[in-house]
């Protein structure tokens, strides 16, 4: 079903993001939980200063919107999906004049369960396990990723590599964000504070995780240290320590015991010793909001499929357990690929540095600045519907479509400004299908010439315009030659390839080109080559041969009506008649 289709059975525009029964509200969802989580703050301020008596006239508090991934497997174009929602909620409360800080938490403390399939270097290629060192994970499983060794051997860890991806995929969207790995926030003392109150408040903790999960015991203590054996984490703790002798930090009694890990286990060591709380980690029904307090978060987004159980406990943890306020919560729809789910042991994944080489940064950020909350496709195959949809949405900014409804020129209105850092009237946007055709020609030069002369750049135009406008040729390029679309072929545009044609399809290509040059659509030229074919006694399939080979030299290729619409008319006109 398409988002046209989806948004008339629904009865309410992509664009109206707000409606109740009484009244709809044109609003940016960014701006609903900016609304929030200032309230949130608001609160939290007035609270402090009851309690503290304090100044209320002092500086406002950094705002800390936080996402968040544990390392296991590779960070596709889906797991960008809390940096951006992220993204605009931080803009939205900097255009009201706050401090934001955007962290990202890889939860590389976590142990490796199972070996992935799948793994990606720093420059974004896809590699299955057998192309790097699999032993630097199959030896580690149960390992921390940060203790991990990296199997490309360019970071410090598998934690690392995994990490500097995602930084990597922020950056190429223009998104500031702090990444930090939990395996610091044990190891430098930053998570003392909570551990040691999880430790204290056990039985609490006990009795709140047995409405989440089953199997916890009188014996369950909130922490799994790591062997200091075997360099596993271990989920048996024998006991508790909170005040050791030797020690200014609380400690844990443990045994290195077997780990289920899905379908397989994990074998431990047996080794009995002891760990500090800076030397494991917690479950992560504990850790999660564990870090809200440690990071002082204020807003979270997160996939729907935490929001049944993970979020519940998560909150009931943070309140009931550890006294931390939980930040501001939203739930997002994943997105499927190509209209599948997400799959790297499948192989259904794309990098955020695959998607910039098909489209400019902005498309990509456009594409998650509409509602999260519906279910939507990141279709690679017709990726120009999503680039034509974002050229209608700047146009519609800048004031060029005059069919926009309210709803159009309301959400362009707000939004624009976000996902463009620096809107500029004059910018050019070759339509995405003609920069596919301008890409299957080598020529730089003739590809502006091309441009020129169709009207797509006009003769004032900046060159800083025509530089970006060109720039899409080899993003729609990229993207023909990964779906082998239509425009997957060389046009031979410089010389008409050697050829020999009788006399009736000689006079069967001069008919389809006065038809062409009288102007008509895509289907219509499609079906008159037909006509055109029976009209001269002439076998169809050699006559679309005919057009093959004088376009491409080839003997086959695209569906040729729709094709040659979308090329330039003057040529394909001079081309069917054989004058160039």
Same mark, same amino acid.
């Given at each position: 079903m398409s988002e046209d289709e989806l948004d008339t059975e629904e009865g309410r525009s992509p664009y109206t993001l707000q409606q109740d029964d009484d009244e709809t509200r044109h609003a940016f969802w960014a701006d609903t939980v900016a609304d929030q989580v200032e309230a949130r703050v608001s609160e939290q301020q007035s609270d402090s200063n009851s309690d503290s008596d304090a100044d209320s006239g002092e500086d406002d508090p950094e705002i800390v919107i936080k996402g968040g991934i544990s390392p296991s497997g590779v960070p596709h174009?889906?797991?960008?999906?809390?940096?951006?929602?992220?993204?605009?909620? *931080?803009?939205?409360?900097?255009?009201?004049?706050? !401090?934001?800080? @955007?962290?990202?938490?890889?939860?590389?403390?976590?142990?490796?369960?199972?070996?992935?399939?799948?793994?990606?270097?720093?420059?974004?290629n896809l590699v299955d396990l057998g192309d790097v060192d699999a032993g630097a994970l199959g030896r580690n499983l149960g390992h921390p990723y940060t203790d991990i060794p990296d199997p490309f051997g360019c970071c410090d860890s598998y934690g690392d590599h995994f990490s500097t991806i995602i930084q990597d995929s922020a950056d190429a969207v223009d998104v500031p964000i702090d990444m930090v790995s939990t395996t610091e926030l044990y190891t430098d003392g930053e998570f003392d504070e909570v551990t040691r109150h999880a430790l204290a408040n056990r039985d609490r903790a006990r009795e709140v995780l047995s409405e989440y999960q089953d199997k916890v015991d009188e014996e369950y203590i909130p922490f799994n240290p790591i062997c200091e054996e075997?360099?596993?984490?271990? $989920?048996?703790?024998?006991?508790?320590?909170?005040?050791?002798?030797?020690?200014?930090? =609380?400690?844990? !009694?443990?045994?290195?015991?077997?780990? #289920?890990?899905? !379908?397989?286990?994990?074998?431990?060591?047996?080794h009995e010793g002891t760990a500090t709380i800076r030397e494991g980690k917690m479950p992560w029904r504990f850790e999660w909001p564990g870090q809200w307090g440690v990071l002082g978060v204020d807003f979270e987004p997160f996939g729907k499929d935490h929001a049944e159980g993970s979020w519940p406990s998560g909150d009931d943890v943070a309140r009931n357990v550890l006294d931390i306020e939980p930040p501001v919560p939203m739930v997002y729809e994943w997105f499927t690929l190509d209209g599948e789910p997400f799959s790297s042991s499948e192989g259904n994944v794309i990098l955020v540095s695959d998607v910039l080489e098909l489209l400019e940064p902005e498309v990509l950020r456009y594409f998650f600045a509409k509602d999260p909350s519906r279910a939507r496709d990141f279709s690679i195959e017709r990726l120009d519907q999503l680039v034509?949809?974002?050229?209608?949405?700047?146009?519609? +900014?800048?004031?060029?479509?005059?069919?926009?409804?309210?709803? $159009?020129?309301?959400?362009? #209105?707000?939004?624009?400004?976000l996902v463009?850092?620096?809107?500029?009237? $004059?910018?050019?946007?070759?339509?995405?299908?003609?920069?596919?055709?301008?890409?299957?020609?080598?020529?730089? #030069?003739?590809?502006e010439e091309i441009a020129r002369r169709e009207g797509h750049?006009? #003769? !004032?135009? =900046?060159?800083? *315009?025509? $530089? @970006?406008?060109?720039?899409?040729?080899?993003?729609?390029r990229n993207w023909a030659r990964r779906t082998e679309n239509e425009f997957d072929y060389e046009l031979k545009r410089t010389e008409i390839p050697d050829h020999e044609f009788d006399a009736e399809i000689e006079d069967a290509l001069a008919e389809l080109a006065d038809f062409i040059e009288a102007?008509?659509?895509?289907? &219509?030229?499609?079906?008159?080559? +037909?006509?055109?074919?029976?009209?001269?006694?002439?076998?169809?399939?050699?006559?679309?041969?005919?057009? +093959?080979?004088?376009?491409?030299? &080839?003997?086959?290729?695209?569906?040729?009506?729709?094709?040659? *619409?979308?090329?330039?008319?003057?040529?394909?006109v001079a081309r069917l008649r054989r004058e160039r």
């Open positions: 174009l889906g797991n960008v999906n809390e940096i951006l929602r992220g993204y605009f909620v *931080a803009e939205v409360l900097r255009e009201r004049g706050h !401090d934001v800080r @955007q962290v990202f938490t890889a939860d590389d403390r976590d142990p490796l369960r199972k070996l992935p399939r799948t793994l990606c270097d720093l420059d974004g075997c360099g596993k984490v271990t $989920e048996t703790v024998t006991g508790v320590t909170l005040e050791p002798e030797e020690s200014d930090l =609380p400690t844990v !009694d443990y045994r290195c015991t077997d780990m #289920d890990a899905g !379908d397989q286990t994990i074998n431990g060591c047996g034509d949809e974002f050229d209608r949405f700047e146009a519609t +900014y800048f004031g060029e479509v005059e069919e926009a409804t309210e709803d $159009e020129r309301d959400f362009a #209105d707000r939004v624009y400004p463009v850092e620096d809107p500029r009237e $004059e910018r050019i946007r070759l339509p995405y299908t003609f920069a596919a055709v301008l890409g299957m020609t080598d020529d730089p #030069d003739l590809r750049i006009p #003769d !004032d135009a =900046p060159e800083w *315009a025509v $530089e @970006q406008a060109l720039a899409r040729v080899e993003r729609a102007g008509h659509d895509p289907e &219509e030229i499609q079906g008159e080559i +037909y006509e055109t074919a029976k009209r001269n006694d002439i076998d169809t399939g050699e006559f679309f041969g005919a057009g +093959y080979r004088l376009f491409f030299d &080839e003997e086959q290729g695209p569906k040729l009506g729709p094709f040659l *619409a979308k090329v330039d008319q003057e040529f394909v």
